[in-house]
């Protein structure tokens, strides 16, 4: 019997050209920036040759010019989403994840998003597999979330990617969608459009700051019989751990948002 050699498997935690990393100073200060031949990262301690980054591991510390020091690694997208440029305000990590699984998120969904904002909810739900056709009235945000998606995703996300300056009041003109997400000051107007462009069954998921955004827009989305109506929300609170020092934070994420969904009958 031939007992085949394994293969050496790629390094996937080596830094190359190309690549965004996220340098954390001593301070746990964050820093993104995508590596690129003859650029250095500058700050008021001096500067770091990108090329410096490229071969090393995620987790390596380099050290500038004037001595400090700066841990190298890829962001996450919770990184990403928190420091990216953006000219709306976004979704944060703690209400995408919950949405993700609300909404049901997976490979191949359709999902009519509106409001696209910066990006940050396209994001979410293109790495889980999406295609989504976005509607945005603003062209600075449409234009600042497909460049976000695609710094942070590549260029393969923007092939999923389908953004449309539309003003969802008026009207969708997809049809037969698995998934329509809003973020709007006015979710109720979009009711009896997402009733005619989703599939029967497919699930409508607002997200909204107001609690009297939520009321009316559960309101309409009884008028038109949606089944299993929900209003969640989520709160966020982390802990002090130090030895035996271990106690709830003093301060927590708490109110951003609620995530009201619902599906759409037969």
């Not at 603003?138 to 710094?151: G, K, L, S, Y």
């Not at 997809?174 to 699930?203: C, K, N, T, Y």
Request: hydrophobic residues 40%; negative net charge.
């Amino acid at each position: 019997m031939t007992i085949d050699a394994p293969h050496e498997l790629p390094d996937r935690s080596r830094l190359d050209f190309g690549d965004m990393v996220m340098l954390l100073d001593t301070k746990s200060r964050r820093y993104l920036i995508t590596l690129e031949a003859g650029k250095e990262f500058h700050s008021h301690a001096g500067f770091v040759a990108h090329a410096d980054l490229v071969g090393v591991s995620e987790g390596s510390t380099v050290v500038s010019t004037r001595g400090a020091s700066y841990t190298a690694l890829r962001p996450t997208l919770a990184d990403f989403v928190t420091t990216m440029p953006r000219g709306a305000q976004v979704i944060y990590p703690k209400d995408l994840g919950p949405l993700l699984m609300i909404a049901d998120i997976g490979p191949g969904v359709r999902v009519l998003e509106s409001g696209v904002g910066s990006g940050a909810l396209s994001m979410a739900m293109l790495r889980a597999g999406a295609e989504i056709v976005g509607y945005e009235l603003r062209e600075d945000f449409a234009n600042r979330a497909q460049i976000n998606v695609e710094r942070f995703l590549g260029t393969a996300a923007i092939d999923r990617y389908r953004v449309e300056l539309r003003d969802c009041y008026e009207g969708i003109d997809e049809s037969q969608m698995d998934r329509v997400v809003l973020d709007l000051p006015e979710p109720w107007h979009v009711v009896s459009h997402a009733f005619d462009a989703l599939r029967p069954g497919g699930i409508i998921v607002s997200y909204s700051p107001s609690i009297t955004q939520v009321t009316r827009f559960r309101d309409e989305l009884a008028k038109l019989g949606f089944l299993l109506p929900e209003t969640v929300e989520v709160l966020n609170r982390g802990w002090h751990i130090e030895g035996a020092a271990v106690r709830p934070d003093h301060r927590m994420v708490a109110h951003t948002g609620f995530l009201t969904s619902a599906r759409r009958p037969g």
